[in-house]
């Protein structure tokens, strides 16, 4: 009588959760590194704060929920509740429903405390047992960073419960990169720390853990408590009732313009919005279509007071040829900005100062 074999339990899934602060090169890093034969095959979940996102337009929609990435990736954009994604994920891939996959990497929000989310996966009893939790990858801005963890508690618990800690931007002015090193190695002697350039294979593999890492980030992972770990593990950010608030500080929201804007006008809104505000402005992505060349769209990305270059694309990446910018800002009021951009546009003033004092000294506008 031939061997029947009982089904068993499979093989757990690699994990990763790549994180980093609003505008650290999160995406920069995870796009080369999908780029190499040891991520073939492997599910990306892109978790976004706020309700307008841009990322998606750049790539390739192949089912409700799932965007193709390059290299055969495929990618969840998640604004809900990551266990439930994740659980739908394991439902198509068992079902059939997709190709088979080799590994997840999780991309957090840059705003994003990864407490809960370890919470999730070491703790959630049907995840623990289908995935395998690899490491914390935590990219760290040479420039904008010693500023960054002063400030905002969620980028020193990225860079604290991180297994590898990715250092970028060190080639641009202002950048404090052996600073940087020396805090990072200070405050996670555990961890790794690696250039941008970093092989994909020296950011795989191995387990995540707490040796090496300071006291606090067990206290923060619950790791004696895992009931009280599981309890807060659904605890998915500080939003809940506003997907553009994360908390009384900061807000997401979105400008547009139908028309196409004059390259001068979006320059000096650019260098208005850095010069005197940059500290405030945690994050800025968009599509802008100019005038002097409106069917060949620019993507801008800006983190407090560095603005890239922007980079013109070959044509726009849908049927919305409208500019679109996605600000995420720190005590400074959307509605503020607003008639700035409508300001520099040309726009007529609406429930605002008299116009001409907000082009000249837009600082003194209430709200500013």
Same mark, same amino acid.
């Given at each position: 009588?031939?061997h ?12 990763t ?5 609003l ?5 920069? %890093? ?29 790539i390739?929609?192949?089912d409700?929920?799932?965007?193709l ?74 420039v ?8 905002h ?14 250092v ?11 600073a ?6 200070? %405050? ?15 950011l %795989?593999?191995?387990?995540?853990g ?6 606090d ?13 599981h ?13 553009n ?8 929201f979105? %400008?547009?313009s ?12 650019l ?52 500019s ?10 959307p ?34």
């Amino acid at each position: 009588m031939p061997h029947i074999e009982q089904p068993g339990r499979p093989e757990p899934i690699p994990l990763t959760v790549l994180t980093g602060f609003l505008g650290a090169g999160k995406t920069t %890093l995870l796009n080369r590194l999908l780029g190499d034969p040891a991520l073939a095959d492997t599910v990306v979940i892109v978790n976004e704060f706020g309700e307008v996102g841009l990322d998606h337009l750049l790539i390739e929609t192949v089912d409700e929920g799932m965007i193709l990435l390059g290299a055969g990736c495929l990618c969840c954009t998640v604004r809900g509740d990551l266990i439930s994604t994740l659980e739908d994920l394991l439902r198509r891939r068992d079902n059939g429903r997709i190709n088979p996959f080799r590994r997840v990497v999780i991309e957090t929000t840059g705003l994003a405390d990864p407490a809960p989310i370890l919470h999730a996966l070491i703790y959630h009893p049907y995840l623990a047992i289908r995935f395998q939790l690899q490491g914390v990858v935590s990219v760290v801005d040479a420039v904008n960073g010693a500023g960054t963890l002063d400030a905002h508690p969620e980028a020193l618990r990225q860079a604290a419960v991180a297994d590898h800690l990715v250092v970028t931007k060190a080639d641009l002015p202002g950048a404090e990169a052996e600073a940087l090193t020396r805090r990072l190695a200070a %405050l996670n002697p555990g961890a790794r720390i690696h250039a941008p350039d970093v092989p994909a294979e020296r950011l %795989l593999g191995g387990l995540f853990g707490l040796d090496g890492k300071q006291d606090d980030v067990r206290a923060w992972l619950g790791a004696e408590d895992p009931a009280h770990a599981h309890h807060h593990g659904h605890d998915h950010g500080h939003h809940h009732h506003d997907v553009n608030r994360h908390d009384a500080a900061i807000r997401a929201f979105h %400008l547009t313009s139908d028309a196409p804007v004059p390259r001068p006008a979006f320059e000096m809104f650019l260098d208005l919005l850095r010069s005197a505000h940059g500290p405030k402005l945690l994050r800025l992505k968009g599509l802008v279509a100019l005038a002097d060349d409106p069917e060949r769209p620019v993507v801008v990305h800006g983190v407090q007071h560095v603005v890239h270059a922007p980079v013109t694309l070959p044509a726009w990446p849908d049927a919305d040829h409208r500019s679109r910018l996605v600000l995420i800002v720190r005590d400074l009021d959307p509605a503020f900005v607003r008639r700035i951009w409508d300001a520099f546009l040309g726009k007529p003033a609406v429930d605002t100062p008299d116009r001409a004092a907000l082009t000249e000294n837009p600082l003194a506008i209430p709200g500013g």
